[in-house]
């Protein structure tokens, strides 16, 4: 195959426009020469250790050097695999367990390439591209195990090409790159970027909910294109900070990844230039963003809820009812079922892991979503999941990893979590049947014992104790009503 479009972009730009502005971290800045120059000094390491057609996992926090490597892993013809910089330990090893990757990278190996005085190979030394596989995000599975979602090339070419158009991107932007790296978010601030030879101002951990930096950095940067969470954007207007003064540069803002409460909403509308498009982006990793709807500002006083839109041109989205019937969008006014995704952007499916009822509709080229929608004349409105997967401020959650996990623990003898909506983002909520009548059990003990298991998005935000769960007519617990039971 030939060179990934994305990265003979990014070297074209490296080669013609080398002083413009790559990328921006904290007190960093990066023209495209010394991304380039970065990327070749790393991909001379990989290529004299042989390391081809393999997975590299990435075990660094978001920085200029793990873009350099993300870039250099796709130059030596391997996939990456990106892990949040910010998860325990046990995770990351069972991600590794799964994933068995050919190398891991950390900032230690990093560093010991300057120490090595490695030197930085030429472009032409990087002939071979047979890899199909571009990268593997773990989400959070059923079984208590991380899922790996297999990202092709041909995916995320899809997937930036659209978004290049969608947004009318060009090399005067800057975007903000909220998102954790090993979030498919992040695959439109880095590629849809690089491949236009745009700016990234890399947001980290430290600052991705610290309001006061958020903001002074929209402002000192000049953001133009802003994407992330609803409840990130909820969260920087509910601060107070934010008004038309420090929004002005705002061409485009994007959310995905959960819904937008509308009152929420058009409270942030108020601090947004006239200028600004909003849309809303939709997707699951396995297909990254498929559905999509630009919001009209005139006709928002008519929505109760945000659509979701429609299939993104070259794609076909069906929906499956309640009675198996599988209807066409757009032209099934009225009904609503499980949303079903075919075409270039669906992932080819899970590294090594068990067959499912996925495997066969991933090999043609067809998700099921899992997603509950309603086809309406302003296009599709997200109704919920139609399984135990929630969304936590984005992150998509297996109620059943977070369950596997409690079970370990020697006081619990029944668990059960379901997500409380709250005014700007969800709260994740426990009930707990214990061994012993007489046990004590906190929410802090709780979050001690799991923080080694799981990300601290995964934890619980409160316990409830209690005598007995809800069961429905099947003896399995009725997630419905656990709102309304007892306390203990």
Known sequence: MAIPTILNRLLSHIRHAPDRSALRCGTQHWRYAQLGQRVLQIAAALQQMNVSRQGILLNLPKSPDTVAAIYAVWLTDNHYIPVDFSQPESRIERIIDIAQPALIIDQDWLDSLDHQQMPIAAIEDFQTFSHSLAAVLYTSGSTGQPKGVQLTHTMLQFFVEWAIADVTLQAEDTLANHASFAFDLSTFDLFAAASVGACVWIIRESEQKNCPALIEGIAQHQVTVWYSVPSILAMMEKSGLLNQDVTVSLRRVIFAGEAYPIAA???????????????????????????????????????????????????????????????????????????????????????????????????KQCHATGDRVEMTPDGLIYRGRIDDMVKINGYRVELGEIESALYQHPAIQQVALFVELGELSQQLVMVAVLKTPDTKLSLLAIKQFLREKLPAYMLPQKLVITEQLPMNPNGKVDRRRLSEVTPR
């Open 265 to 363: 909403f058009r409270q942030l509308l108020k601090h947004l230039p006239r200028h600004c498009r909003i849309s809303n982006w939709y997707g699951p990793t396995e297909t990254n963003v498929c559905t999509a709807y630009t919001i009209d500002r005139d006709r928002l006083s008519q929505l109760s809820h945000i659509p979701i839109g429609y299939p993104l041109s070259g794609l076909q989205g069906d929906i499956e009812d309640d009675a198996g019937q599988r209807h066409r969008i757009p032209d099934c006014i009225g009904v609503s079922g499980e949303l079903l995704i075919s075409g270039p952007c669906v992932t080819p499916g899970y590294l090594n892991a068990p067959e499912s009822r996925q495997t066969a509709l991933h090999a």
